[in-house]
């Protein structure tokens, strides 16, 4: 069964717009939930992460917002840029030395 | 920052043939790396969890002798698709464990490696 439910599939927005990408998860045993911006043909790399004790946490434009009563976690991004088209991935994980378990992604275009 | 290192960036062979890709940690020591799996527009799906000194634990699905990982240092594990078939042709990512914050890993992954098997 999918672990974490992803949301849009893809995303344009106009340049200086606000970005949200929105995920859900089963399993409250997870307690570390990460974005991860992927260009093509390159690695994932960490955007933001947030652990489920806070309920938003914004680093620059990007911000993460949690609610663990609803098992969703959402990524916004602030004044997108065309530099922020990207793939983005939420993920889940547990603690200690344990795998990401990723959503399917959100391909997001921002025009000019 | 934490920096995997991962090579060749780009592959292709014959059917047949085996492949072995290298993934480094080269700043910090990773007793856990984690191999994925990437089709085109897809999403990353774990393969298997490799530790260092001890066999790699695969996930439901993967074949353990077609997909050999081996874990020998705290800076390296090297993924080898044996006799690769065009099937096998994707996009294989590693990514380290950087060790916990705050109780969860920060995993750092490397750029990727494609491969095309002809």
């Known amino acids: 069964q999918q672990q974490v439910k992803q949301s849009p599939q893809s995303l344009i927005v106009q340049k200086g717009g606000i970005s949200i990408i929105n995920c859900a998860y089963e399993?409250?045993?997870?307690?570390?939930f990460p974005w991860y911006q992927q260009f093509p043909g390159k690695g994932p790399a960490l955007l933001i992460a947030i652990r489920p004790d806070v309920s938003e946490k914004k680093e620059g434009r990007f911000t993460i917002s949690f609610n663990k009563s609803a098992k969703q976690f959402s990524l916004h991004i602030m004044d997108s840029q065309p530099g922020d088209s990207a793939t983005y991935f939420c993920a889940v994980s547990y603690s200690g030395n344990t795998p990401l378990v990723f959503g399917k992604g959100t391909r997001l275009s921002v025009i000019a | 920052g934490a920096v995997v290192s991962q090579h060749p960036s780009r592959v292709i062979c014959k059917s047949g043939t085996s492949v072995k890709i290298e993934c480094r940690s080269l700043d910090f020591q990773a007793t856990t790396m984690f191999w994925y799996r990437q089709f085109p527009k897809q999403s990353l799906m774990l393969m298997a969890t490799?530790?260092?000194?001890?066999?790699?634990?695969?996930e439901q699905g993967v074949e353990k002798d077609k997909f050999l990982i081996n874990h020998a240092s705290l800076t390296l594990s090297t993924l080898t698709v044996t006799s690769a078939h065009p099937e096998d042709s994707s996009f294989y990512i590693c990514?380290?464990?950087?060790?916990?914050?705050?109780?969860?890993?920060?995993?750092?992954f490397g750029a990727g490696s494609r491969l095309t098997v002809l």
């Open positions: 490799s530790n260092e000194g001890s066999k790699a634990t695969y």
């Open positions: 990514s380290a464990a950087q060790g916990a914050i705050s109780g969860a890993n920060v995993l750092t």
């Open positions: 399993n409250t045993a997870f307690d570390y």
